[in-house]
């Protein structure tokens, strides 16, 4: 069955430094690959996704990650954090044809000024 | 366009109570998740609907089950609460048929069960 590790529940990090959380998947067949962001108090929300195509993937707010196939990983990245990115962020994957998404344990990213 | 909608939006039950929460999907949209976040964890996937049939389901007993309606709005039921049951209850709704796609999240219904 597909599972999903963050492996930092917690990254602090300097504001306009850059920053990277891990997401790595289990199964190597085709999925699909979610990056969503959850702020204090609210829903989630999508930042950007893997389905096919260019392995770099650009989303929302100046967020972009890499899907890399051989290391079943799905870095998210951002060149510059500012304090509005303070949130929890989930990595969330899902095999093609199966609608189910597996979700990881979430990394809060948090901002230090 | 109207977003994906919860209510209530905090509740507290007892041990062995009922409970039912709702949502609206987004307009548009034919299809909706569950989700139940404990504290701390990641959202884990209780069952989806799809045109008023359950369309999947995750490791979740019986006493939870569900209810989507014409318009596309549903409802989760919980029976027989125990104190692991006390979450955050999220609502996805999406257009099935365009898998890639995404699903839109409510803001959720927070449960504490005493």
């Known amino acids: 069955a597909q599972s999903v590790t963050q492996l930092d529940s917690q990254v602090p990090v300097f504001e306009e430094a850059p920053v990277e959380l891990r997401c790595n998947y289990s199964s190597s067949v085709s999925v699909y690959l979610f990056w969503y962001v959850q702020y204090p108090n609210q829903g989630l929300q999508l930042l950007l996704k893997?389905?096919?195509?260019s392995t770099l993937v650009k989303g929302i707010n100046g967020f972009e990650a890499e899907f890399n196939k051989s290391q079943t990983s799905f870095h998210l990245r951002k060149p510059s954090v500012h304090i509005s990115d303070t949130a929890e962020y989930f990595c969330?994957?899902?095999?093609?044809?199966?609608?189910?998404?597996?979700w990881g344990a979430g990394t809060k990213l948090i901002i230090k000024p | 366009e109207t977003g994906v909608t919860q209510s209530p939006t905090h509740l507290i039950k007892t041990r062995g109570q009922q409970v039912t929460l709702r949502c609206s999907s987004q307009?548009?949209?034919?299809?909706v998740s569950w989700y139940q976040q404990a504290l701390g964890q990641g959202p884990q996937f209780i069952f989806q609907y799809y045109r008023e049939e359950e369309n999947g389901r995750g490791n979740f007993p019986p006493r939870f089950s569900g209810l989507q309606f014409p318009n596309y709005s549903s409802e989760l039921n919980v029976n027989a609460l125990e104190l692991d049951d006390s979450a955050l209850y999220l609502c996805?709704?999406?257009?099935?048929?365009?898998?890639?796609?995404?699903?839109?999240f409510g803001p959720g219904t927070r449960l504490t069960v005493l």
């Open positions: 893997y389905l096919s195509g």
């Open positions: 969330a994957v899902s095999d093609r044809g199966n609608y189910q998404l597996i």
């Open positions: 307009s548009g949209h034919n299809t």
């Open positions: 996805a709704s999406s257009l099935l048929g365009t898998w890639g796609g995404e699903q839109f």
